[in-house]
């Protein structure tokens, strides 16, 4: 059962402060998850970590299972001797408030390559060895991964779908020559993985001793153009030439007359069935030494999906096919009955989604900024609520609070106003009080509203392919009054 009512901000680490153009893993999440506990907050809630690709999206990865390099400290090739200090300087930059991805990717990796020579020619032989363990433990997608980013870069970042045949099909022959051919580079790619986890969980040991959880994110669907989908294409359906022969999307709706198609394959369900989910217990099991709590984007794909033929231009010619939801919960549930999982269930609900959530007592998700139209029961109002859900003033994909407000006609306007009871000042606190004081076991408030900032400060805009993921706060804009008004709400509303 869900009982103990708690809130926290939704940031990602790119967003943090820094001097070296991304936030990352380094001084300044340390800081963050200070200012958390200071604000009696209990919940960091990140977006997927995984590597990205073309377009910056955490939701387009590399990998199911990779972190991010580019979230790693540098700071920390200094601290262990393998560069001089004066060398970070290349990638040392103003924030400007936003992430300029081109010319971080560019300078860390310099500094990444020379680091990784040296760790070759003079680290301890206790680095090597705790370096030798971390390739062993994950070695089942650490290998794969670490090859397909190697022969990526050999061949200039091309989709693997687009490599010569006998590696796209990986052949044993050609396995083994790029294997020889790129074995430095696969070693480099196995380094910074170690390099990234071992920051990582020190970070999330640091939140745990703050009785702060960390909330990550499962896209429920894979890029195509991934280590994963290359390494085992048995897990999609894929045809004899290793293509999709369906896609995964959402039909026509109210925001989109031709539905939206998003390109990634979908799953062959019967191959995760006939194999006891052991792909997917794999991923759970390794996000959930990542994060205490994992949200599973797009949740209403376990009961039923969307599936659109390859080639088509818009989603409308798909069609909903049935998911193991039920056999695929009870494959991943740890033997102790316990799944700490968050369920996206926002769109187009249907009520097997309702029965599957409820099944395995797995909290959904409300948006406050959906309360507000010219629907009176409308299923986003506070007063409508449940306990067994998260309730969010808005995600990366909404709109600020403030941006939502200014956006408003005058009528919904005016409803929230009579909703909230209050004058038109501090709209963002207003639905912050809403969010903390709701029955919902979760709050969750993205760290855009807590400052009140506008569209500019948006994260995402669904259905655009660039511009996006962007968003980062300056070193002095958390300020402790936001940390004060914060706990009043967390202490008000017993969370």
């Known amino acids: 059962m869900i009982v103990e009512r708690i809130g926290g901000i939704l940031l990602h680490p790119t967003s943090l402060p820094g001097d070296y153009g991304i936030g990352n893993f380094g001084h300044e999440a ?19 970590l995984g590597p990205t690709g073309p377009g910056d999206s955490p939701y387009q990865s590399f990998s199911a299972f990779a972190l991010n390099p580019l979230l790693i400290d540098i700071n920390h090739f200094v601290n262990k001797g393998l560069i001089q200090p004066d060398e970070l300087a290349e990638a040392r930059v103003e924030n400007t408030g936003e992430v300029d991805y081109a ?65 796209r099909k990986r052949n044993p022959e050609a396995m083994q020559n790029f294997r020889k051919m790129l074995a430095w580079e696969t070693g480099y790619h196995r380094f910074l993985q170690f390099v990234a986890n071992c920051q990582w969980t020190y970070l999330k040991a640091y939140a745990n001793d703050k009785n702060i959880r960390i909330v990550g994110d499962i896209p429920l669907y894979i890029s195509f153009d991934s280590s994963d989908a290359w390494s085992k294409p ?48 794999h991923r759970m099991e390794y996000n959930l030494e990542l994060a205490d709590i994992v949200r599973i984007d ?5 009961a039923a999906y969307w599936a659109v033929p390859a080639g088509a231009e818009n989603a409308i010619d798909g ?72 309730v969010y003033t808005g995600t990366h994909d909404n709109d600020t609070v403030m941006g939502w407000y200014d956006n408003l006609d005058d009528e919904d306007r005016q409803k929230f106003h009579d909703y909230a009871g209050s004058d038109k000042t501090d709209v963002n606190w207003q639905l912050i009080r809403m969010a903390f004081a ?42 402790p009054e936001h940390a004060e008004r914060l706990l009043l709400f967390t202490k008000l509303y017993n969370r």
């Open 30 to 48: 340390y800081k963050f998850l200070d200012f958390l506990h200071q604000a009696g907050q209990k919940i960091w809630q990140i977006l997927p």
């Open 103 to 167: 010319f971080v990717s560019n300078s860390k990796t310099r500094i990444f390559r020379k680091s990784y020579q040296s760790f070759i020619n003079s680290a301890p032989d206790h680095d090597k060895i705790a370096f030798n363990s971390f390739c062993k433990r994950h070695k089942l997608w650490l290998d794969d991964y670490a090859l397909f980013m190697a022969i990526k870069e050999y061949f200039e970042g091309i989709a693997w779908y687009q490599w010569p045949l006998p590696i």
């Open 298 to 302: 797009h949740f209403r794909g376990l």
């Open 234 to 281: 048995e897990i999609f359906q894929l045809d004899r030439k290793l293509k999709p022969i369906l896609l995964a999307g959402v039909p026509p709706d109210f925001f989109s007359e031709g539905g939206q198609l998003w390109g990634n394959p979908v799953y062959d369900w019967d191959y995760h069935q006939r194999s006891g989910f052991r792909w997917w217990k």
């Open 438 to 479: 709701s029955v919902a076991t979760y709050a969750v408030v993205p760290l855009q509203d807590v400052f009140g900032l506008g569209s500019e400060a948006r994260m995402n805009i669904p259905g655009t392919p660039s511009g996006n993921w962007k968003w980062r706060f300056k070193s002095g804009e958390l300020l």
């Open 319 to 390: 069609e909903w096919l049935n998911a193991p939801g039920e056999a695929f919960f009870k494959a991943i549930t740890p033997k102790n009955g316990s799944l700490p999982v968050i369920a996206e269930d926002l769109g187009f609900i249907t009520p097997d989604v309702d029965e599957l959530r409820l099944k395995f007592n797995l909290p959904g998700m409300k948006i406050l900024q959906f309360g507000f139209d010219k629907a009176e029961a409308n299923p986003f109002l506070p007063h409508l609520y449940t306990p067994d859900y998260a």
